[in-house]
Protein backbone atom coordinates (compact mmCIF):
# COMPACT_ATOMS: atom_id res chain seq x y z
CA UNK A 1 0.00 0.00 0.00
CA UNK A 2 1.86 2.91 -1.36
CA UNK A 3 1.03 5.79 1.66
CA UNK A 4 3.43 8.87 -0.59
CA UNK A 5 1.50 11.85 -0.72
CA UNK A 6 -0.49 12.85 -4.22
CA UNK A 7 1.30 16.34 -5.15
CA UNK A 8 -2.26 17.74 -4.55
CA UNK A 9 -2.25 16.53 -1.44
CA UNK A 10 0.80 18.14 -0.66
CA UNK A 11 -0.12 21.30 -1.80
CA UNK A 12 -2.86 21.11 0.93
CA UNK A 13 -0.19 20.34 3.55
CA UNK A 14 1.93 23.53 2.33
CA UNK A 15 -0.53 25.79 1.78
CA UNK A 16 -2.63 24.94 5.40
CA UNK A 17 0.76 25.40 6.72
CA UNK A 18 0.89 28.92 5.31
CA UNK A 19 -2.10 29.87 7.10
CA UNK A 20 -0.37 28.52 10.13
CA UNK A 21 2.75 31.01 9.36
CA UNK A 22 0.95 33.90 10.33
CA UNK A 23 0.03 32.83 14.02
CA UNK A 24 3.11 32.37 15.85
CA UNK A 25 4.16 30.87 19.22
CA UNK A 26 3.65 34.45 20.78
CA UNK A 27 -0.23 34.29 19.56
CA UNK A 28 -0.83 31.33 21.01
CA UNK A 29 1.27 32.21 24.45
CA UNK A 30 -1.05 34.89 24.83
CA UNK A 31 -4.05 32.86 24.43
CA UNK A 32 -2.86 30.26 26.93
CA UNK A 33 -2.34 32.99 29.29
CA UNK A 34 -5.72 34.70 28.99
CA UNK A 35 -7.53 31.48 28.40
CA UNK A 36 -8.88 32.69 24.82
CA UNK A 37 -10.61 30.91 22.01
CA UNK A 38 -8.60 31.13 18.65
CA UNK A 39 -11.04 33.29 17.12
CA UNK A 40 -8.61 34.42 14.62
CA UNK A 41 -6.80 31.60 13.98
CA UNK A 42 -10.51 29.41 13.27
CA UNK A 43 -11.78 32.08 11.26
CA UNK A 44 -8.63 32.05 8.90
CA UNK A 45 -9.31 28.01 8.23
CA UNK A 46 -12.86 28.71 7.94
CA UNK A 47 -12.24 31.26 5.05
CA UNK A 48 -9.41 29.01 3.49
CA UNK A 49 -12.02 26.38 3.47
CA UNK A 50 -9.88 23.66 5.75
CA UNK A 51 -12.52 23.05 8.37
CA UNK A 52 -14.97 21.81 5.60
CA UNK A 53 -13.11 18.94 3.33
CA UNK A 54 -15.36 16.48 4.33
CA UNK A 55 -18.48 18.42 3.57
CA UNK A 56 -19.57 16.91 0.20
CA UNK A 57 -19.48 19.26 -2.82
CA UNK A 58 -23.37 19.41 -3.45
CA UNK A 59 -23.61 21.16 0.25
CA UNK A 60 -20.51 23.69 -0.26
CA UNK A 61 -17.46 22.01 0.45
CA UNK A 62 -14.72 20.62 -0.58
CA UNK A 63 -15.22 16.94 -1.01
CA UNK A 64 -12.65 15.32 0.23
CA UNK A 65 -11.47 12.43 1.79
CA UNK A 66 -10.33 11.51 5.92
CA UNK A 67 -7.01 11.48 4.47
CA UNK A 68 -7.34 14.97 3.31
CA UNK A 69 -8.68 15.60 6.79
CA UNK A 70 -5.87 14.03 8.69
CA UNK A 71 -3.33 16.18 7.09
CA UNK A 72 -5.12 19.93 8.02
CA UNK A 73 -4.97 18.41 11.56
CA UNK A 74 -1.97 17.38 11.74
CA UNK A 75 0.01 20.05 9.27
CA UNK A 76 -2.09 22.31 12.06
CA UNK A 77 -0.14 20.91 15.13
CA UNK A 78 3.11 20.31 13.30
CA UNK A 79 2.83 23.84 13.19
CA UNK A 80 2.43 24.83 17.05
CA UNK A 81 -0.62 25.78 17.09
CA UNK A 82 -3.84 23.26 18.34
CA UNK A 83 -6.25 21.67 16.69
CA UNK A 84 -8.55 20.89 19.01
CA UNK A 85 -9.90 24.53 18.51
CA UNK A 86 -11.36 23.29 15.45
CA UNK A 87 -11.12 19.47 14.67
CA UNK A 88 -15.16 19.47 16.27
CA UNK A 89 -15.85 21.04 12.99
CA UNK A 90 -14.71 18.26 10.78
CA UNK A 91 -16.29 15.13 12.46
CA UNK A 92 -19.05 16.41 14.87
CA UNK A 93 -20.99 17.15 11.42
CA UNK A 94 -20.27 13.63 10.56
CA UNK A 95 -23.61 12.56 12.27
CA UNK A 96 -25.34 15.08 10.22
CA UNK A 97 -23.28 14.22 6.32
CA UNK A 98 -24.67 10.77 6.96
CA UNK A 99 -27.42 10.13 9.04
CA UNK A 100 -29.27 13.86 8.68
CA UNK A 101 -32.41 14.30 6.64
CA UNK A 102 -32.21 16.00 3.42
CA UNK A 103 -33.83 18.87 4.69
CA UNK A 104 -31.08 19.11 7.54
CA UNK A 105 -28.51 19.02 5.06
CA UNK A 106 -29.06 21.25 2.90
CA UNK A 107 -30.58 23.60 5.41
CA UNK A 108 -27.25 23.28 7.52
CA UNK A 109 -24.11 22.11 5.47
CA UNK A 110 -23.80 25.00 3.17
CA UNK A 111 -24.03 27.70 6.33
CA UNK A 112 -21.67 25.35 8.05
CA UNK A 113 -19.44 25.31 5.18
CA UNK A 114 -19.26 28.71 4.55
CA UNK A 115 -18.50 29.55 7.85
CA UNK A 116 -21.81 31.49 8.65
CA UNK A 117 -23.05 28.76 11.17
CA UNK A 118 -21.11 26.67 13.45
CA UNK A 119 -21.06 23.26 14.30
CA UNK A 120 -18.51 22.61 17.30
CA UNK A 121 -20.10 20.87 20.14
CA UNK A 122 -21.29 17.47 21.31
CA UNK A 123 -23.03 16.87 23.92
CA UNK A 124 -22.46 13.24 25.03
CA UNK A 125 -20.67 12.32 28.24
CA UNK A 126 -22.37 12.70 31.46
CA UNK A 127 -21.27 13.09 35.38
CA UNK A 128 -22.31 9.47 36.14
CA UNK A 129 -21.58 7.76 33.12
CA UNK A 130 -18.40 8.37 32.03
CA UNK A 131 -17.50 6.34 28.86
CA UNK A 132 -20.46 3.99 29.82
CA UNK A 133 -22.79 6.03 27.15
CA UNK A 134 -25.43 3.21 28.05
CA UNK A 135 -25.61 5.23 31.24
CA UNK A 136 -26.94 8.40 30.59
CA UNK A 137 -30.08 9.71 32.17
CA UNK A 138 -30.03 12.88 29.80
CA UNK A 139 -34.06 12.55 29.17
CA UNK A 140 -35.74 13.76 25.77
CA UNK A 141 -39.74 13.03 25.86
CA UNK A 142 -42.23 13.47 22.94
CA UNK A 143 -44.80 15.12 22.91
CA UNK A 144 -46.94 16.66 19.60
CA UNK A 145 -44.88 19.52 19.02
CA UNK A 146 -41.55 17.73 19.41
CA UNK A 147 -39.15 17.17 22.20
CA UNK A 148 -38.40 18.38 25.90
CA UNK A 149 -35.39 17.74 26.83
CA UNK A 150 -33.96 17.88 31.00
CA UNK A 151 -30.59 16.60 32.10
CA UNK A 152 -26.73 17.14 32.60
CA UNK A 153 -23.74 16.87 30.52
CA UNK A 154 -19.98 17.11 31.44
CA UNK A 155 -17.00 17.79 29.62
CA UNK A 156 -19.30 19.51 26.69
CA UNK A 157 -15.93 21.27 24.40
CA UNK A 158 -16.51 25.19 23.02
CA UNK A 159 -20.62 25.16 23.26
CA UNK A 160 -19.58 28.93 23.57
CA UNK A 161 -18.29 29.21 20.04
CA UNK A 162 -20.90 27.03 18.23
CA UNK A 163 -24.45 27.76 16.85
CA UNK A 164 -25.62 24.11 16.79
CA UNK A 165 -25.14 21.81 19.22
CA UNK A 166 -25.52 17.88 18.70
CA UNK A 167 -27.14 16.17 22.11
CA UNK A 168 -27.41 12.44 23.39
CA UNK A 169 -30.23 11.56 25.39
CA UNK A 170 -32.31 8.88 26.19
CA UNK A 171 -36.35 8.74 24.53
CA UNK A 172 -36.17 5.33 26.27
CA UNK A 173 -36.12 4.29 29.38
CA UNK A 174 -32.68 2.33 30.22
CA UNK A 175 -35.87 -0.23 31.66
CA UNK A 176 -37.82 -0.57 28.57
CA UNK A 177 -35.03 -1.63 25.62
CA UNK A 178 -34.12 -5.28 24.96
CA UNK A 179 -30.58 -3.46 25.00
CA UNK A 180 -28.94 -1.23 26.84
CA UNK A 181 -27.47 1.12 23.89
CA UNK A 182 -31.16 1.06 22.40
CA UNK A 183 -33.29 4.03 23.19
CA UNK A 184 -31.27 7.09 22.65
CA UNK A 185 -31.70 9.21 20.44
CA UNK A 186 -29.56 12.09 18.73
CA UNK A 187 -30.43 15.89 18.36
CA UNK A 188 -29.09 18.99 16.62
CA UNK A 189 -30.22 21.96 19.09
CA UNK A 190 -30.29 25.64 17.78
CA UNK A 191 -28.36 27.53 20.89
CA UNK A 192 -29.11 30.79 19.83
CA UNK A 193 -32.93 29.80 20.10
CA UNK A 194 -32.20 27.43 23.54
CA UNK A 195 -32.44 30.70 25.87
CA UNK A 196 -32.18 29.80 29.61
CA UNK A 197 -33.37 26.48 29.07
CA UNK A 198 -29.22 25.63 28.93
CA UNK A 199 -26.82 26.67 31.39
CA UNK A 200 -22.91 26.77 31.01
CA UNK A 201 -20.90 26.48 33.59
CA UNK A 202 -16.93 26.71 32.11
CA UNK A 203 -14.57 23.25 33.70
CA UNK A 204 -10.96 25.25 34.28
CA UNK A 205 -8.31 22.59 33.04
CA UNK A 206 -4.95 22.44 32.78
CA UNK A 207 -4.74 23.85 29.07
CA UNK A 208 -6.57 25.91 27.10
CA UNK A 209 -8.83 24.10 25.91
CA UNK A 210 -12.08 25.44 26.47
CA UNK A 211 -14.84 22.97 27.98
CA UNK A 212 -17.85 23.18 30.08
CA UNK A 213 -20.79 21.18 32.17
CA UNK A 214 -24.27 21.57 30.73
CA UNK A 215 -27.52 22.16 32.73
CA UNK A 216 -30.17 21.14 30.33
CA UNK A 217 -34.00 22.06 32.16
CA UNK A 218 -37.44 22.20 29.98
CA UNK A 219 -35.62 22.65 26.74
CA UNK A 220 -38.21 22.71 23.94
CA UNK A 221 -36.72 21.19 20.41
CA UNK A 222 -39.05 20.46 17.48
CA UNK A 223 -39.75 16.95 15.71
CA UNK A 224 -37.27 18.06 12.99
CA UNK A 225 -34.07 18.18 15.37
CA UNK A 226 -34.01 14.99 15.47
CA UNK A 227 -31.26 12.84 13.57
CA UNK A 228 -31.48 9.91 12.08
CA UNK A 229 -33.98 7.23 13.50
CA UNK A 230 -35.33 8.13 16.98
CA UNK A 231 -34.08 5.24 19.59
CA UNK A 232 -31.06 5.03 17.11
CA UNK A 233 -28.89 8.03 18.25
CA UNK A 234 -26.28 5.79 20.08
CA UNK A 235 -25.39 3.89 16.97
CA UNK A 236 -25.01 7.39 15.10
CA UNK A 237 -22.75 8.96 17.21
CA UNK A 238 -20.55 5.30 17.20
CA UNK A 239 -20.23 6.08 13.72
CA UNK A 240 -18.48 9.20 13.76
CA UNK A 241 -15.92 7.93 16.43
CA UNK A 242 -13.57 6.30 13.98
CA UNK A 243 -13.40 9.24 12.29
CA UNK A 244 -12.67 11.14 15.55
CA UNK A 245 -9.98 8.47 16.33
CA UNK A 246 -8.42 9.10 13.31
CA UNK A 247 -8.33 12.85 12.96
CA UNK A 248 -7.11 13.17 16.86
CA UNK A 249 -3.87 10.41 16.10
CA UNK A 250 -3.18 13.16 13.16
CA UNK A 251 -2.97 15.90 15.74
CA UNK A 252 -0.95 13.58 17.88
CA UNK A 253 1.48 12.64 14.66
CA UNK A 254 1.54 16.78 14.38
CA UNK A 255 2.07 17.93 17.76
CA UNK A 256 5.06 14.80 17.69
CA UNK A 257 6.55 16.32 14.70
CA UNK A 258 6.38 19.51 16.22
CA UNK A 259 8.34 17.83 19.47
CA UNK A 260 10.88 16.44 16.83
CA UNK A 261 12.27 19.47 15.35
CA UNK A 262 12.55 21.15 18.51
CA UNK A 263 14.67 18.51 19.89
CA UNK A 264 16.64 18.38 16.37
CA UNK A 265 17.53 21.45 16.15
CA UNK A 266 18.44 22.31 20.08
CA UNK A 267 20.67 18.94 19.90
CA UNK A 268 22.49 20.29 17.26
CA UNK A 269 22.60 23.81 17.95
CA UNK A 270 23.82 23.34 21.84
CA UNK A 271 27.05 22.81 22.67
CA UNK A 272 28.08 21.65 26.11
CA UNK A 273 31.98 20.54 26.63
CA UNK A 274 33.18 21.64 23.51
CA UNK A 275 30.64 19.33 21.70
CA UNK A 276 26.82 19.51 20.30
CA UNK A 277 24.95 17.81 22.52
CA UNK A 278 23.29 15.63 20.12
CA UNK A 279 26.88 13.70 19.06
CA UNK A 280 25.89 12.01 22.65
CA UNK A 281 23.75 8.66 22.72
CA UNK A 282 22.28 9.92 25.31
CA UNK A 283 20.49 12.45 23.32
CA UNK A 284 20.06 11.38 19.94
CA UNK A 285 18.98 7.72 21.14
CA UNK A 286 15.78 9.19 22.43
CA UNK A 287 14.98 11.52 19.97
CA UNK A 288 15.67 8.55 17.01
CA UNK A 289 13.92 6.16 19.01
CA UNK A 290 10.98 8.94 19.14
CA UNK A 291 10.88 9.78 15.55
CA UNK A 292 10.52 5.98 14.71
CA UNK A 293 7.49 5.74 16.52
CA UNK A 294 5.82 8.63 15.50
CA UNK A 295 6.49 7.33 11.71
CA UNK A 296 4.63 3.92 12.71
CA UNK A 297 1.48 5.81 14.09
CA UNK A 298 1.56 7.87 11.33
CA UNK A 299 1.71 5.09 8.40
CA UNK A 300 -1.30 3.31 10.83
CA UNK A 301 -3.08 6.58 10.33
CA UNK A 302 -3.12 6.77 7.19
CA UNK A 303 -3.90 3.13 6.96
CA UNK A 304 -7.29 3.77 9.00
CA UNK A 305 -8.10 6.92 7.24
CA UNK A 306 -7.35 4.77 3.53
CA UNK A 307 -9.80 2.09 5.25
CA UNK A 308 -12.11 4.36 5.69
CA UNK A 309 -12.56 6.62 2.51
CA UNK A 310 -12.67 3.07 1.05
CA UNK A 311 -15.91 2.64 3.03
CA UNK A 312 -14.14 -0.14 4.63
CA UNK A 313 -14.38 -1.69 8.69
CA UNK A 314 -11.80 1.15 9.99
CA UNK A 315 -12.82 0.33 14.03
CA UNK A 316 -9.36 -1.70 14.89
CA UNK A 317 -7.47 0.64 12.40
CA UNK A 318 -8.45 4.09 13.68
CA UNK A 319 -8.12 2.85 17.68
CA UNK A 320 -4.88 1.23 16.80
CA UNK A 321 -3.55 4.96 15.23
CA UNK A 322 -5.15 6.63 18.18
CA UNK A 323 -2.94 5.24 20.32
CA UNK A 324 0.18 4.93 18.49
CA UNK A 325 -0.14 8.59 17.86
CA UNK A 326 -1.23 9.74 21.35
CA UNK A 327 1.43 7.35 22.68
CA UNK A 328 3.89 9.15 20.59
CA UNK A 329 3.54 12.09 21.08
CA UNK A 330 3.67 12.01 24.49
CA UNK A 331 7.19 9.93 23.72
CA UNK A 332 8.58 13.11 21.79
CA UNK A 333 7.35 15.81 24.40
CA UNK A 334 9.07 13.85 26.67
CA UNK A 335 12.09 13.94 25.08
CA UNK A 336 11.58 17.75 24.00
CA UNK A 337 11.37 18.40 27.64
CA UNK A 338 14.76 16.45 28.34
CA UNK A 339 16.53 17.29 25.90
CA UNK A 340 16.24 21.02 26.56
CA UNK A 341 16.98 20.53 30.33
CA UNK A 342 15.80 23.29 32.30
CA UNK A 343 15.00 25.76 29.65
CA UNK A 344 12.43 23.41 28.57
CA UNK A 345 10.16 24.78 31.63
CA UNK A 346 10.50 28.25 30.19
CA UNK A 347 7.31 29.92 28.73
CA UNK A 348 8.47 31.42 26.08
CA UNK A 349 9.88 28.49 24.04
CA UNK A 350 6.33 26.96 24.00
CA UNK A 351 7.78 23.32 25.00
CA UNK A 352 5.60 23.29 28.42
CA UNK A 353 2.31 24.27 26.79
CA UNK A 354 2.81 21.75 23.74
CA UNK A 355 3.61 19.61 26.14
CA UNK A 356 0.61 19.96 28.71
CA UNK A 357 -1.46 19.63 25.26
CA UNK A 358 0.05 16.77 24.18
CA UNK A 359 -0.81 14.72 27.59
CA UNK A 360 -4.70 14.98 27.12
CA UNK A 361 -4.95 12.46 24.01
CA UNK A 362 -3.46 9.77 26.01
CA UNK A 363 -7.06 10.01 28.11
CA UNK A 364 -9.64 11.82 25.63
CA UNK A 365 -11.39 11.52 23.92
CA UNK A 366 -11.59 7.93 24.88
CA UNK A 367 -8.69 6.49 27.52
CA UNK A 368 -6.21 4.19 26.01
CA UNK A 369 -7.31 1.41 28.27
CA UNK A 370 -10.78 1.19 26.67
CA UNK A 371 -8.58 1.47 23.64
CA UNK A 372 -6.90 -1.54 24.24
CA UNK A 373 -10.43 -3.28 25.78
CA UNK A 374 -11.89 -2.26 22.12
CA UNK A 375 -9.13 -4.18 20.36
CA UNK A 376 -8.21 -7.03 22.49
CA UNK A 377 -12.61 -7.97 22.19
CA UNK A 378 -13.16 -7.32 18.60
CA UNK A 379 -9.87 -7.74 16.84
CA UNK A 380 -8.33 -10.45 18.94
CA UNK A 381 -11.64 -11.82 19.99
CA UNK A 382 -10.88 -12.07 23.60
CA UNK A 383 -13.81 -12.07 25.98
CA UNK A 384 -15.33 -8.41 27.10
CA UNK A 385 -13.29 -6.64 29.81
CA UNK A 386 -16.13 -3.30 29.62
CA UNK A 387 -19.85 -3.39 29.71
CA UNK A 388 -20.90 -1.47 26.53
CA UNK A 389 -19.11 -0.77 23.24
CA UNK A 390 -16.33 2.24 22.94
CA UNK A 391 -16.29 2.39 19.10
CA UNK A 392 -17.54 1.87 15.51
Known sequence: MDFSLTPDQERLRQAVAEVCAKFPESYWQRLDREKRYPEEYVKALTDGGW??????????GAGLGMVE???????????????????????????????????????????????????QSMAVTEPQAGSDTSRITTFAKKDRDGYVLNGQKVFTSRVQHSDLLLVLARTTPADQVAKKTDGMSLFLVDLRQAGDSIEVRPIETMINHETNALFIQDLRVPADALVGREGAGFIHVLDGLNAERILIASESVGDARWFLQKSITYAKERVVFGRPIGANQGIQFPIARA????????????????????????????????????????????VAMTTHGGSGMAV?????????????????????????????????????????????
Open 348 to 392: ELGIERKFREARLYLVAPVTNNLVMAYVAEHVLGLPRSYGTEVSA
Open 69 to 119: ASLVLEEINASGGNGAACHAAMYTMGALVRHGSEAQKRRYLPEIAAGRLRL
Open 51 to 60: LAVLIPTEYG
Open 291 to 334: FMHTQAASVMRFRAATAFDAGAPSGGEANTAKLLASEAAWEAAE
